[in-house]
């Protein structure tokens, strides 16, 4: 069954989704993969750092050294606090951009509020 185009809008703004972080929204294709690399990379600087100290003849004390400091420092990748978060529904996107217009004394109060309700209206 074909659908009208007010139904086409309703699913619109329920299931189409806008990156609400600011950046470009195809940053986060690179920008997800190096915070994912960038702890293993101080990982393994830290531990290159470290275990190079021990470089040389082996002495039972730097060997023991070395792995005392490399075991008292927790890895980077056990406490990232980044993380991915979800899209925003288009709807509430564009509930956010007009509530900001008001703010910002670009439109009317009433008529944006009428604006989201419209919205609101058809995700019911």
Same mark, same amino acid.
């Given at each position: 069954?074909?659908?009208?185009?007010? &139904?086409? %809008?309703? +699913?619109?703004?329920? %299931?189409? @989704? @806008?990156?609400?972080?600011? $950046?470009?929204? %195809? $940053?986060?294709?690179?920008?997800?993969?190096?915070?994912? @690399?960038? #702890?293993?990379?101080?990982?393994?600087?830290?531990?290159?750092?470290?275990?190079?100290? $021990? *470089?040389?003849?082996?002495? &039972?004390? $730097?060997?023991?050294?070395?792995?005392?400091? *490399?075991?008292?420092?927790?890895?980077?990748?056990?406490?990232?606090?980044?993380?991915?978060?979800?899209?925003?529904?288009?709807?509430?996107?564009?509930?956010?951009? +007009?509530?900001?217009?008001?703010?910002?004394?670009?439109?009317? #109060?009433?008529?944006?509020?009428?604006?989201?309700?419209?919205?609101?209206?058809? +995700? @019911?």
């Amino acid at each position: 069954m074909a659908k009208s185009p007010q &139904e086409k %809008k309703a +699913l619109s703004y329920a %299931k189409d @989704r @806008r990156d609400a972080y600011g $950046a470009n929204n %195809k $940053a986060s294709r690179k920008g997800i993969r190096r915070r994912k @690399r960038q #702890p293993n990379r101080a990982d393994r600087r830290r531990e290159s750092q470290v275990l190079g100290t $021990a *470089l040389g003849p082996a002495v &039972e004390a $730097a060997a023991e050294a070395a792995e005392s400091r *490399l075991q008292a420092t927790q890895p980077k990748g056990v406490s990232t606090l980044w993380k991915k978060w979800p899209d925003q529904a288009l709807a509430d996107h564009v509930e956010n951009r +007009l509530l900001r217009r008001v703010r910002r004394g670009m439109s009317d #109060p009433a008529v944006e509020q009428a604006r989201i309700e419209r919205i609101r209206r058809g +995700l @019911r």
